[in-house]
């Protein structure tokens, strides 16, 4: 059975920083590129940042340089450390795998 389950999530102000956890199960997680989405309110889902198997990383442009998204195969893990968030970064972070794969999602929540 296919498991992604996040954590990290909470309630910071701007400027501050979340790391984000998403552990997985069920497959092999080092054969799949793994990403972070988010939805806000009202909002369609969006692709936060995705690195593949061989660790190629991409971000959408409003994160670089503040998101950081990292993989440890070993503890089956995917991060995402987020730096200096601003409240448009609110929304609920979802963890995808293999192109299949959610979680269910974790609320990070920005407040100014």
């Known amino acids: 059975q296919v498991q992604l389950v996040e954590s990290g999530g909470g309630a910071v102000q701007a400027g501050g920083s979340l790391n984000l956890s998403c552990v997985a199960s069920g497959f092999i997680f080092s054969s799949c590129g793994v990403g972070w989405y988010r939805q806000a309110p009202g909002k369609e889902r969006e692709l936060v940042s995705t690195i593949s198997r061989l660790g190629r990383i991409d971000y959408t442009d409003s994160m670089k340089g503040r998101f950081t998204i990292s993989r440890d195969n070993p503890k089956n893990t995917l991060y995402l450390q987020m730096n200096s968030l601003k409240p448009e970064d609110t929304a609920v972070y979802y963890c995808?795998?293999?192109?299949?794969?959610w979680g269910q999602g974790t609320q990070v929540t920005v407040s100014s």
């Open positions: 995808a795998a293999c192109g299949i794969y």
